[in-house]
T-cell receptor, first 112, second 114 residues
């Protein structure tokens, strides 16, 4: 069966510090991968998605970037965090042309 | 563009009450529709889905019917339990290109009390 992991689970970072969140998927190959952000009390916003190694599409211009160095690894990064980057970050995967996405447990980021 | 509108929460119900959470959508073509559930501090879990008009998705006693004529996908459960307390998200996928890009509603918090 497929599983998706995210780490760290929680993170507290000062403004201006760098960020690296990691997501890995097991049990499937060539998945589509997604990063979402959920701000407090709000819905989910798609940030990035990837259909293959090195292929990243950005949905919202912002202070963040994404990379996919391996087939089942998806990384969310920032060089300098802003207060507005605080939120709950969720990674998800889907296969082929199916439209069902499966979510990881999330990372709660607090920028102080 | 695509959009999903959910009823405002929170919704507070007594155990064994009937649940309806309204969801309407705007999209071109024939999107797939989903309900996800998020328990406190956790990621989202797929609850049910429907891929074409008049399809009924069901899981764990929850049901939703894809109504194209009213562009709706309302979530229902006949008898809620305390363990159903969570945030429920309605979402759609247009399935364009090679990756589905879900559009979510803002979520509806459900609290079930004894």
């Amino acid at each position: 069966s497929q599983t998706i992991h995210q780490w760290p689970a929680t993170l507290v970072q000062p403004v201006g510090s760098p960020l690296s969140l990691e997501c890995t998927v097991e049990g499937t190959s060539n998945p589509n991968l997604y990063w979402y952000r959920q701000a407090a009390g709000r819905g989910l916003q798609l940030l990035f998605y990837s259909v293959g190694i090195g292929q990243i599409s950005s949905e919202v211009p912002q202070n963040l970037s994404a990379s996919r160095p391996q087939d089942r690894q998806f990384i969310l990064s920032s060089k300098k965090l802003l207060l507005s980057d605080s939120g709950f970050y969720l990674c998800a995967w889907s296969t082929g042309r199916t439209d069902t996405q499966y979510f990881g447990p999330g990372t709660r980021l607090t920028v102080l | 563009g695509n959009s999903v509108t959910q009823m405002e929460g929170p919704v507070t119900l007594s155990e064994e009450a009937f649940l309806t959470i309204n969801c309407t959508y705007t999209a071109t073509g024939y999107p797939s529709l989903f309900w996800y559930v998020q328990y406190p501090g956790e990621g989202l879990q797929l609850l049910l889905k429907a891929t074409k008009a008049d399809d009924k998705g069901s899981n764990k006693g929850f049901e939703a019917t894809y109504r194209k004529e009213t562009t709706s996908f309302h979530l229902e459960k006949g008898s809620v339990q305390v363990s159903d307390s969570a945030v429920y998200f309605c979402a759609l996928s247009p399935l364009t290109g090679t990756a589905s890009k879900l559009t979510f509603g803002t979520g509806t918090r459900l609290q079930v009390t004894l």
